[in-house]
């Protein structure tokens, strides 16, 4: 079954000025697309394709790609006056995609976004991750491990390219989570997560809620919260070299999350 995607794109990513100062993270390019845009590919890639962008800083600029999306990815003729109309001449891949923009204020963090786009995914599992990292994730796999073990929330337990939220698990159950691990060898979050509606209950749309500060840990504390191992390429983008890292792999024809 095919399941609603949360993507959170709402950060100021201030990390990565020096790229982009212009647009908000989720919307910097690998290649001729947004970051934000490869990620939807991949769950698309495994049949979801039912997105809710939370947005947040400079959401407007993601609005405006969507409504944009079909001018911008196809040839087409356009008859300029009174009648203004457009004739497409090419197809994309992307038709059988369905968008929802939700406004999730601009200085929310992420807790309070994820609260308050509740009306958008009902009472339904959903998928949920990050505007800024991408990976080869098996979502088939994901969805399995998810289903089997009935908890509220799975995280993608990834191998560190660097730094932070360190997942210390035992057979699966997440024990302990640190936002910043001074020790490394642990897996951290990927993001990648898959929800049970239940989630709702850990969240509230105070502004000052971070997801991965107070909500996880009371997963954790309730052992509700349930890491599924990714081993293969997993990579945020929040650094100008990191984002001359995922372009020159796209460049190169070697991305290993791009799938056909």
């Not at 400079?58 to 969507?66: A, M, P, Q, S, T």
């Not at 001449?89 to 992420?110: F, I, P, Q, R, Y």
């Not at 060898?185 to 209950?201: C, E, K």
Request: charged share 25%; glycine share 10%; aromatic share 12%.
């Amino acid at each position: 079954k095919h399941m609603k995607v949360v993507i959170v794109a709402g950060g100021y990513g201030t990390r990565i000025r020096d790229v982009a100062d212009n647009i908000p993270k989720p919307m910097i390019p690998i290649g001729p697309y947004p970051i934000l845009w490869h990620i939807m590919k991949t769950y698309a890639h495994f049949g979801h394709q039912d997105f809710v962008v939370c947005l947040g800083y400079k959401g407007e600029i993601i609005k405006d790609f969507f409504l944009n999306y079909e001018a911008r990815t196809k040839d087409f003729t356009i008859s300029l006056g009174k009648q203004n109309t457009i004739e497409f001449h090419t197809d994309h891949n992307e038709s059988d995609w369905n968008v929802t923009l939700a406004d999730t204020g601009l200085k929310s963090m992420t807790g309070a976004r994820i609260a308050q786009i509740k009306k958008y995914v009902g009472n339904e599992d959903f998928m949920l991750t990050y505007g800024d990292g991408v990976g080869d994730i098996d979502i088939d796999a994901l969805l399995k491990f998810h289903r089997a073990h009935g908890k509220t929330l799975t995280v993608t337990g990834v191998r560190p390219p660097g730094r932070f939220g360190e997942l210390v698990n035992v057979d699966g159950l997440v024990t302990e989570f640190n936002e910043k691990p001074q020790a490394t060898g642990g897996r951290i979050s990927g993001g990648y997560f898959v929800a049970n509606a239940r989630l709702f209950d850990y969240l509230d749309d105070s502004d000052d809620l971070v997801f991965e500060e107070e909500p996880m840990c009371k997963l954790v504390a309730d052992g509700e919260l349930m890491v599924y191992e990714h081993n293969k390429f997993w990579q945020p983008m929040d650094t100008s070299r990191e984002y001359s890292l995922l372009n020159d792999l796209y460049i190169k024809g070697k991305a290993p999350w791009v799938k056909g």
